[in-house]
């Protein structure tokens, strides 16, 4: 069982930079591949990033690239996503994400996933 909560969202302005945290409890998160979905009102959830357990691996999705990075301190047991260059479009409830390895081929789908954070909620004005 594993247990997700988000923090850092909040509201800034349209260039701005963000730092998301989800902080995770749990035996053996360390191997789970971590992801961060994001839902904008009356839109579906939709993949933003992803990161394999051997944090080697990351994916994101072509709207984010290269301006979000995901990370991870397994340490911590604490997986990071950080924004810069917001923009407008990025406003969303943003979601932390934890999927089985075995369960996590199809990163980008939220079906993969099988434990799930409240969200954190970004808003960026423009």
């Known amino acids: 069982q594993v247990q997700l909560v988000e923090s850092g969202g909040g509201l800034v302005q349209a260039g701005g930079s963000l730092r998301l945290s989800c902080a995770a409890s749990g035996r053996g998160f360390s191997t789970y591949t971590v992801g961060w979905f994001r839902q904008a009102p009356g839109k579906e959830r939709e993949f933003v990033a992803s990161?394999?357990?051997?944090?080697?691996?990351?994916s994101y999705a072509d709207s984010v690239k290269g301006r979000f990075t995901i990370s991870r301190d397994n340490a911590e047991n604490t997986v990071f996503l950080q924004m810069n260059s917001l923009k407008s479009e990025d406003t969303a409830l943003y979601y932390c994400?934890?999927?089985?390895?075995?369960?996590?081929?199809?990163?980008?789908?939220?079906?993969?996933?099988?434990?799930w954070g409240q969200g954190t909620q970004v808003t960026v004005s423009s």
């Open positions: 990161m394999a357990w051997r944090s080697d691996s990351t």
């Open positions: 994400a934890a999927a089985l390895p075995w369960e996590a081929d199809l990163y980008y789908d939220v079906r993969s996933y099988k434990y």
